[in-house]
């Protein structure tokens, strides 16, 4: 869609209405989706209604029906659960009931509807849509709508968004709510590992899932827990001897001083016969002797704040469902929002929910394989590097190449996720692995070690680098540097770090026509809080970082309730990339986030003060402004703080946050270690392809491009990209790729906050059907 097809939409707009309800289960994430719906179609001049208590107001009417204003869902993006309300409606699935839900739309004049809720709600709001001309004509005869009324409302669009905590719909990679119930999750368990290694305890955790194991497998892999049990996957007869003894393996072996065990509340045997927590937790005491406990998580899952991903998920879905509600046609089908990588893209609703309906078929059928397939390319993905990270088998004979793991640049959370897959995958291929300490310093000064499986024992949650990390890069070191390599006969390198380790590898790469010791496979993880490393749209420990970032925002927010009307203008890290402010004010609903790559002077703050002033003097109470540390060379925090504090005088106070370094600590997000573990085993995979295509009389030797990439997520794929390529893309001066991504998300952010922006860099989502072969992608999710 162009520039001048978005402004057409919005001028034929003017007067037409439409509504969102929340339905089914609630799922952190609708508050933020009810909230973009509800700015996105005031924006383009719809009225917009809020449907309180699911399809149950909808049949109801009356006060339940409520016309929104933009201040109607101010301050709620922060907020869990849904502030609209939920329920599940017995009258709508009857005739009688649809017929009256029907009416109290024509009576508000609205004729587009966006549902939010999971595969049930969705089906039953294309069932109304189905049924809606006749419908109106039960209305007609019955009298209760003339027949002109019929005809002015004679077609009822339907959009649907996904909330569902289990993550459990075809065709969308994510669905609103599952990445907050992982939060939920490995806060609990990370809280568990502490108490259980005091008491050297198993604990059994029952999390949410009752016919999807997506939360306990992801759950599992974030955690490095010793066994899973997941509805899709049953063990095979005789799994009480093999779980026992992998837990018995871990504490003699490997020196552990607990045992985790996560099972969904679905999980069954191969015969189908439920395997509950309790029955886990009896075998395991009677067998072992271990001191064991079971912890059932049940609704805590649902609860507590959004998640970043979640709050920028919904956002951007909520504006994409009403651009696709008012393009929308008779013939158009009813489609679901859905994400594909890192894009909006139009699901047709009746080919999700068949293929949804296919995995429990499969699982019925106890075609179980078939059912994994089904769940998608992410979910096996992560079910078969689970399999290959928890059970340590001794590979059938070693090879003859070693690889060498070192972190470089600024600690990201999720670098010892990533180290710690890497670590157990070469070992499972035979391959020795070294461990460097301090980066490109490190193995210029010698500081390498050799790992073993149980080195990277309980590795995934905690932050930072264990390894240890600098910012030095090689080409003044290179001399020691080839020592090294040579010394220890190291065949590869893997560099986990940020745009220091991108930099350093493209350095080693040239320097390959002095050195042939450099002539090695050499790949890079991209971990970095930045998000500034060319080659993938996204790097591990950046969505931590954001959570910090808008966790601490909440608070900042949250201080000034009851108080004055205040403005906090908050400053981010990033160096001159400004995504972690921007998706920080996405997540936050901030009034601005000024950035390096967009931009702005003088007028432009002119502009926000006096555009904040005008909201301040009405309902809102407080204003978030956010600052990209470098964003500007003479604009500074200070500055801002007192053009602000001037400017709004007798309206509002101005005070400054500058966060620093909390956006690089704490404990990894679920996204990142799971992220950092996949691409940990794919960068030794790719790394083992290469060594054997180089190998050649006793030696490896790689010259080429192609051996010398950084792994990134592109999109949906994951790929590999030489740096040579790379170099032709990437601003060295600015340390960021020339060309960004997300920067499309920023007229986003302006429209939410109330500015009249263009919409010249707005990307609709296009329509994506949901097949076998589509859904079969890793998304890396």
């Known amino acids: 869609m162009s520039l001048m097809d978005l402004e057409k939409l919005k001028m034929t707009c003017a007067g037409r209405a439409m509504a969102v ?7 952190q994430g609708m508050n933020a989706a009810i909230r973009a719906v509800t700015r996105m179609g005031i924006y383009v001049g719809a009225k917009v209604y809020l449907i309180h208590e699911g399809y149950q107001g909808l049949v109801d009417g009356g006060d339940n029906i409520k016309l929104a204003h933009w201040h109607s869902v101010t301050d709620i993006i922060q907020l869990g659960g849904t502030v609209i309300g939920s329920a599940r409606c ?13 009416f109290n739309l024509v009576k508000k004049g609205i004729t587009n509807l966006c549902v939010c809720g999971g595969d049930g709600s969705l089906t039953g709001a294309n069932i109304f849509r189905n049924e809606w001309s006749d419908l109106l004509n039960e209305l007609v005869k019955k009298g209760r709508i003339t027949d002109t009324m019929a005809k002015q409302h004679y077609n009822l669009n339907i959009v649907g968004l996904v909330g569902s905590i289990d993550n459990d719909f075809c065709g969308t990679d994510m669905t609103i709510g599952a990445d907050s119930a992982l939060h939920r999750i490995m806060e609990i368990i990370d809280a568990i590992m502490t108490t259980a290694q005091s008491h050297q305890r198993a604990f059994v955790l029952e999390v949410m899932g009752r016919h999807c194991g997506y939360l306990a497998l992801v759950s599992a892999l974030a955690s490095g827990a010793d066994w899973v049990f997941i509805p899709e996957a049953p063990p095979q007869e005789g799994w009480e001897d093999n779980m026992c003894a992998r837990l018995k393996g871990s504490r003699t072996s490997e020196g552990s001083r607990l045992n985790i065990i996560i099972v969904a509340e679905g999980a069954i045997d191969i015969n189908g016969k439920p395997i509950s927590s309790n029955y886990i ?19 805590v899952q649902r609860g507590g704040i959004p998640s970043a991903f979640d709050r920028m998920l919904s956002s951007i879905l909520g504006v994409e469902a009403v651009v696709a509600l ?6 158009t089908p009813a489609c679901v929002i859905g994400l594909s990588g890192n894009q909006a893209v ?15 078929t499969a699982m019925n059928e106890k075609r179980f394989d078939e059912a994994i397939k089904l769940r998608g390319g992410s979910f096996e993905s992560n079910w078969n590097i689970y399999k290959s990270l928890a059970f340590h088998k001794p590979p059938q004979s070693k090879s003859n190449f070693s690889f060498a793991i070192l972190n470089v640049g600024a600690p990201a959370a999720g670098m010892n996720s990533a180290v710690r897959s890497a670590v157990r995958s070469g070992l499972s291929r035979g391959h020795k692995v070294y461990g460097v300490n301090d980066g490109f310093l490190g193995l210029a000064d010698g500081a390498v070690f050799e790992m073993e499986w149980h080195s990277v024992a309980g590795w995934t949650g905690q ?3 264990l390894l240890g990390t600098k910012r030095t890069l090689p080409n003044s070191h290179l001399e020691k540097i080839v020592e090294t390599i040579a010394k220890f006969e190291i065949s590869a390198l893997l560099v986990i770090g940020g745009f220091e380790g991108y930099q350093g590898v493209l350095e ?7 050195y042939d010791e450099l002539c090695i496979p050499m790949v890079v993880i991209p971990a970095t809080i930045s998000n500034n490393v060319p080659g993938t749209f996204f790097s591990v420990g950046t969505d931590t970082a954001v ?3 808008m966790e601490s925002c909440d608070k900042i927010k949250q201080s000034a309730s009851g108080t004055k009307r205040r403005v906090f203008v908050v400053e981010t890290m990033g160096g001159y990339c400004g995504y972690l402010a921007s998706a920080t004010g996405i997540a936050v609903g901030a009034d601005a986030a000024y950035i390096f790559e967009d931009p702005f002077n003088i007028l432009d703050l002119k502009t926000n003060v006096e555009h904040l002033s005008e909201k301040m003097k009405k309902d809102v109470q407080r204003g978030l402004i956010l600052r990209n540390e470098k964003c500007h060379e003479n604009y500074t925090t200070d500055f801002i703080h007192k053009l602000y504090s001037s400017e709004g005088k007798n309206i509002f106070d101005c005070r400054v946050n500058v966060l620093g370094h909390l956006q690089q600590g704490g404990a990894p997000s679920p996204f990142d270690r799971n992220f950092g573990t996949k691409l940990g085993v794919k960068a030794i995979e790719w790394l083992s392809e290469k060594l054997t295509e180089n190998y050649r009389q006793g030696r490896v030797f790689a010259n080429s491009p192609e051996t010398a990439c950084v792994i990134g997520l592109n999109r949906k794929v994951v790929s590999f990209t030489p740096v040579t390529e790379l170099k032709e893309i990437t601003d060295f001066e600015h340390r960021m790729p020339k060309v960004e991504w997300w920067l499309k998300l920023r007229p986003m952010l302006k429209m939410l906050a109330k500015y009249q922006t263009s919409f010249n860099e707005y990307v609709p989502g296009e329509i994506e059907h949901v097949t076998q072969r589509s859904i079969s992608i890793d998304s890396g999710f």
Request: aromatic share 4%; hydrophobic share 35%.
């Open 346 to 360: 139009r699901l047709p609703l009746v080919e999700c929910v068949e293929m949804t309906k296919l995995v429990q």
């Open 281 to 299: 937790k009896d075998l395991v005491q009677e067998r072992l002797g271990y001191d064991t406990r079971v912890t059932v998580l049940g609704h």
């Open 463 to 465: 932050g930072s680098s």
């Open 21 to 27: 309800l929340t339905s089914g289960g609630d799922a």
């Open 547 to 549: 959570n910090c970032a």
């Open 508 to 514: 080693l790469y040239e320097a390959r026509t002095h």
């Open 326 to 331: 008012l393009e929308a046609s008779p013939e």
């Open 90 to 102: 017995k009258a709508f699935m009857t005739r009688e009931g649809r017929v009256s839900a029907a």
